[in-house]
T-cell receptor
Framework: EPEVTQTPSHQVTQMGQEVILRCVPI?????FYWYRQILGQKVEFLVS????????KSEIFDDQFSVERPDGSNFTLKIRSTKLEDSAMYFC????????????FGNGTRLTVT | DQQVKQNSPSLSVQEGRISILNCDYT??????FLWYKKYPAEGPTFLIS?????DKNEDGRFTVFLNKSAKHLSLHIVPSQPGDSAVYFC???????????FGQGTTLQVKP
């Protein structure tokens, strides 16, 4: 069964550094998402992406964050100047349809900012 | 943001019995609802969904019920198995976007 894959599984970085989280969505999917889960809290929507542009973003997704689809297979989340509170599990997801369709999630990247 | 709420943080049931997980929502624009299962160190795995035009959807041991007037949905697992032990999230979307809003999750433990 096709999967969403994320790398790395764990990223440790120092406060103020930039990180790039990588995702390979399911190959025939067109809609891409990033979510995060801070320890003990809800899975929160960050951003959705379709047709090479952001469709929607949450309040969390400020100028510190950016997304990119640099080629036909990868989807990346960049966090500039990381803060301690950015420590969380970051999940990438993809979907075949833009509405009323399940999202398929990767196993996440655990980001630890020290 | 409490648009989707799972008020029971945990549930424990005996193997073979029914597990019932509950979820409430406040946004009347939601018209598509899903349940996900999550094991530690893995991402959420899609289980089952239901559109607001239905009140029940069944897939094997899993059945989702939707009560639109009460803004409530539930997931029934029968018979429960030890491998079902995981965190279960309900999620909802308003049909205009694919964005899902998640509940806090309920940890299900199925005892042998």
């Amino acid at each position: 069964e096709p999967e969403v894959t994320q790398t790395p599984s764990h990223q440790v970085t120092q406060m103020g550094q930039e990180v790039i989280l990588r995702c390979v969505p399911i190959s025939n999917h067109l809609y891409f998402y990033w979510y995060r889960q801070i320890l003990g809290q809800k899975v929160e929507f960050l951003v959705s992406f379709y047709n090479n542009e952001i469709s929607e973003k949450s309040e969390i997704f400020d100028d510190q964050f950016s997304v990119e689809r640099p080629d036909g297979s990868n989807f990346t989340l960049k966090i500039r100047s990381t803060k301690l509170e950015d420590s969380a599990m970051y999940f990438c997801a993809s979907s075949a349809k833009g509405q009323r369709a399940p999202l398929h999630f990767g196993n996440g990247t655990r980001l630890t900012v020290t | 943001d409490q648009q989707v709420k799972q008020n029971s943080p945990s549930l424990s049931v005996q193997e073979g019995r029914i597990s019932i997980l509950n979820c409430d929502y406040t946004n009347s624009m939601f018209d598509y609802f899903l349940w996900y299962k999550k094991y530690p160190a893995e991402g959420p795995t899609f289980l089952i969904s239901i559109s607001s035009i239905k009140d029940k959807n069944e897939d094997g041991r899993f059945t989702v019920f939707l009560n639109k007037s009460a803004k409530h949905l539930s997931l029934h697992i029968v018979p429960s198995q030890p491998g079902d032990s995981a965190v279960y999230f309900c999620a909802a979307s308003d049909g205009n976007t694919g964005k899902l809003i998640f509940g806090q999750g309920t940890t299900l433990q199925v005892k042998p």
